[in-house]
């Protein structure tokens, strides 16, 4: 595996790839549509796994009200929800960096290669979700749910940060984009970049692989593509 030249930039998801809330996400939608609407609800009911942020505000807001939210009404709730995150983020028992993670992260620095994030949160959601783990610092670029509600573009727009940072283009075989379900493989190869699955979340090793992957990990304590361990 490591016989690949090492790739020029390297772009995360978040949410059971680097870190997992324990739900902080869950409860501050919750708490969004409790104050807004006084209305009790699950996100879970509505929406899937890999959908952005505003897909999931939109969806979850069709299920329960039965309609489309107007603007105003859309903004209203993405605020609302990152009001309510840092708190949920900070207090959640089950907030946790996955295997890995934390020895990675400094090699690949060491390494010279650039670290972004590709994630289909908001990007003040994604910083919210990072700091408490204090891993903001890693990453010089992005792309996010607050971008596009397309994974492959807002991947595309996170590359295309990284070659502004770079100051020249990239061949984008040369960017991993890494994520622990289908939609981020998916993402990747729409970017045209490497797409690797690391089964951290829901989806299994044989999942991921199915699913088309470049290469897949357990966890980020296996042998990292194009990086000497």
Partial sequence: ?????????????????????????????????????????????????????????????EGVLKRAPAPQELAALLHSYLEFLPKEVLESPGYRVLPGVEELLPRLIKAKIMLGITSGTLEAAAHIKLSRAKLNHYFSFGGFGSDSDDRG??????????????????????????????????????????GIGVATGKYSVEELEKSGADYVLKNFLDPFPGVAQ
Avoid: C, Y
């Fill in 1 to 61: 595996m490591n016989k690949i030249p090492p790739p020029l930039a390297i772009a995360f998801d978040i949410d059971e790839t680097l870190i997992t809330t324990g739900g902080a996400g869950a409860k501050a939608w919750r708490k969004s549509f409790k104050a807004l609407w006084n209305m009790d609800v699950d996100i879970s009911q509505f929406t899937e796994v890999g959908m952005t942020d505003p897909v999931v505000a939109k969806t979850t807001f």
């Fill in 153 to 194: 573009e807002l991947t595309r727009a996170a590359i295309q940060r990284a070659e502004v940072i770079r100051g020249q283009a990239m061949n984008h075989a040369d960017v991993f984009v890494i994520g622990d379900t289908p939609k981020d493989i998916s993402a990747a190869h729409a970017a045209k970049a490497i």
